[in-house]
């Protein structure tokens, strides 16, 4: 039986996972799609604590007008802007098992243009 996209992005994340993991030097910078929105946090792993959390969802960004991917740009800098202030200046990009194009690539664009390196 064929797997479904949930399961199929489900067996990518692991595999994912298992090589990339957030350290207190190196955060992993989480990034969750769904239809209408779109999440990021900065994660340790070590400790098990989230350092700084941006979605589609937040005040300011709500109110800005345009598509989706537009609003991905704008989560991936609101996240950025978080994790600098957070003394966070390199990540590890965990894509979440999407492919690297689209909305998750407008907001690794946004991240990157906030100033984070990864």
């Known amino acids: 039986m064929a797997l479904t996209k949930n399961e ?3 067996r990518i994340k692991s595999r994912i996972r298992k090589v990339v993991s957030g350290t207190e030097a190196r955060p992993r910078l989480s990034v969750f799609r769904s239809n209408k929105e779109i999440y ?3 994660v340790d ?3 098990g604590k989230t350092i700084a959390a941006a979605s589609s969802r937040d005040k300011d960004i709500v109110t800005a007008k345009g598509n989706k991917s537009e609003v991905a740009t ?3 800098k609101a996240v950025g802007e978080k ?3 957070a003394g ?3 990540i590890s990009f965990d894509r979440g098992g999407y492919l690297y194009h689209g909305r998750v690539k407008s907001l ?3 991240a990157r243009e906030a100033g984070l390196k990864f």
């Open 74 to 76: 704008l989560v991936g």
């Open 40 to 42: 990021a946090q900065i």
């Open 108 to 110: 690794a664009d946004g």
């Open 8 to 10: 199929r992005r489900i």
């Open 88 to 90: 966070v200046e390199t």
């Open 45 to 47: 792993d070590v400790t």
């Open 83 to 85: 994790a600098l202030k």
